[in-house]
């Protein structure tokens, strides 16, 4: 008989591999600073948690188990999109790939999947000022972005559909956010029953931008039940109007030099007491050292940064580590 070599506590053996998994998904799924302010963002209600999250104060870290959760919605969105296309819509999804740069040559290329390798190539897939440099060269990604704030604010849009003639819908409808999966719930229910401006604000916040910048009126928003597979699905009207606001919002935010004023100056206060900030707002906790929580620097032309102290537009590398000179915001 073939010996495997198998542990017997393998109770201990099966913890072992859940451990090492969790570590591997806290890599695995990135887990970084943003370097623009996205609209997925804005319809956070703390403008200061916003421009903290901006100026790179504090990562908002999670375990290998949250990782996992947060792309479980992913996983679901070739099937709503075969849901659509089985019954006659006509979908157009946008490439949302990785772009990489090759400093030794400049060059940059599109891929879906980034693999550092030896450290030559870097991810750049954030970066306005290497977005414009590759599309200098040609190199564009299939995909519809909304951008703003010189470089500093926007975000991707999914995709768009368009409806067969039975449904009597002869516009683009975005595919944003749409594809979405909730337990069974409170979260889930009022969906159905709110508008979703009241029942999922921050998406609502977040295809409105999309609508206003595209000119495209409405979107197709589907939600799966994760306990039983039923799906709630609402055509829902976007306002422009508020799209616009939160343009305006993200730009106020960018360029403020000081954080806008808290939410709340009791750190009890709900939104205060459960948000990673809390220790940077109300207690004193110094910040992450780089150059975006400096005070030295603010944001400039093609999403980079300028330092005043030197003068200079650091690159990218360097922002993330900071210098001797660093003086906290």
Known sequence: MLNLNIPTDRDKLAELIENDINSFCETYYEQGHR?????SELGEECWRKLWYGFRWTKLDYHDGRMMRLFNVGHSAEPRFVAYLKGI????QEFENPILHYHPESGSYFYGKEFNPGDGLIEDVSDNAGHIAAAASQGIKPNQFRISGALGHYGGSLDGICKAPAKYEIS???ILSLSFKTNNTGAGYAKVADEHLSKSKPKHWAQECQY????????????????NDSDITIKIVELDWNYGAELEKKANSIIFAKEPPPRISDNPAFF????CHQAGICHQGEKPEKNCRSCRHSEP???GEWHCHLYNSNPPDDFIKKGCDQ???I
Do not use: D, Q, S, T
Request: glycine share 10%; hydrophobic share 35%.
């Open 211 to 226: 609508g206003y910048k595209a000119g495209i009126r409405y979107c197709i928003y589907m939600i799966e039940n994760k």
């Open 171 to 173: 516009e683009n409808i």
């Open 271 to 274: 939104n205060c007491k459960y």
């Open 88 to 91: 006659g819509f006509e979908v």
């Open 35 to 39: 370097n623009h302010l996205g609209a």
């Open 300 to 302: 400039v032309e093609n």
């Open 326 to 328: 660093w003086l906290p």
